[in-house]
């Protein structure tokens, strides 16, 4: 790892403290608060919530607070064979894609503190991303439909975190609607994007992340859409998009994907798709153990 780039993730280890701090913070502020902004009770975290039932949309994260020393897991996997490819009777004959090759996630994750969660996520790519998230702002005058901002740090290394590292910070915000989905916006700087191969000056990329997630009907079946519009920095590849369809069964949810990117870590979003504009089908698997 260069110097210059050690200087460059000196920020994110900084933000990853604050993360560490921040609960202890958050207990005096909320000590402080007045009586109509009470701190939320742990146990809490423990319900199901109706509005956000996992800890991601597709590939980018949400605001579920995982509880204290909980776990869950998720599995992703992306075909690599593009829906375009062939005729229809090749798309048929591969059985939609499920005789390719794919890239496959495996993530785990951990209740830290209230409030904070902590992840590992490998790819079969090799790449590992190490990430935190801590909600440190709650802000609403409906407490069925709040509104929450969470801090987001990661770093990442290819050939098992051994080289070619990259480090992001940002934020996930989010609005609830009364066990009915919610909205978000995640704004995310990336560090060290730029691919090994590319003549692109910029070597950083600064994502806007949109998306959302709606419950139909009274069910436990959702539709859920995200973007990561490449706002500014490097940009070679097409803006990651996703729709998918999931369900929720007791402590798991199924969601079938569509996307024209296969990343699950920031910097595999942040590069995007490539330029033929293909799309590809995929899947999330998640656990949550509590």
């Known amino acids: 790892m260069s110097a210059s780039f050690r200087a460059r993730l000196i920020p994110v280890f ?21 009586p109509s902004q009470p701190a939320q009770d742990p146990s809490v975290d423990l319900q199901v919530n109706l509005a956000q039932p996992d800890f991601t949309l597709s590939a980018l994260p949400t605001t579920l607070r995982l509880p204290k020393g909980k776990f869950s897991f998720r599995l992703t996997h992306r075909f690599t064979r593009a829906i375009a490819e062939g005729d229809v009777g090749d798309f048929f004959a591969d059985l939609f894609g499920f005789d390719s090759s794919a890239r496959i996630g495996l993530e785990l994750r951990y209740g ?62 989010s609005k609830e609607f009364a066990g009915r989905g919610a909205v978000y916006l995640q704004p995310l700087m990336v560090y060290n994007t730029r691919a090994i191969n590319s003549t692109d000056p910029d070597e950083h990329t600064f994502l806007l992340g949109v998306g959302g997630r709606l419950r139909l009907w009274q069910s436990r079946t959702y539709v859920v859409f995200e973007a990561a519009p490449q706002v500014a920095g490097y940009s070679e590849g097409v803006d990651h998009v996703s729709f998918g369809i999931e369900t929720r069964a007791g402590g798991h949810v199924f969601q079938f994907t569509i996307a024209n990117a296969l990343g699950t870590t920031y910097r595999q979003i942040a590069r995007g798709g490539e330029q033929s504009g293909d799309w590809y089908i995929g899947f999330n698997l998640s656990r949550k153990f509590y």
């Open 14 to 34: 900084l933000l990853l403290l604050l993360l560490i701090a921040a609960p202890a913070a958050a207990q005096t502020a909320a000590a402080a608060a007045p």
């Open 112 to 173: 830290l503190l209230p409030g904070t969660q902590v992840l590992v996520h490998r790819t079969n790519d090799r790449t590992i991303q190490f990430a935190g998230q801590h909600q440190f702002l709650r802000f609403t005058r409906n407490p069925s439909a709040p509104g929450l901002v969470d801090a987001v740090v990661a770093v990442e290394g290819g050939n098992n975190f051994s080289e070619d590292f990259s480090g992001t910070v940002g934020a996930a915000i």
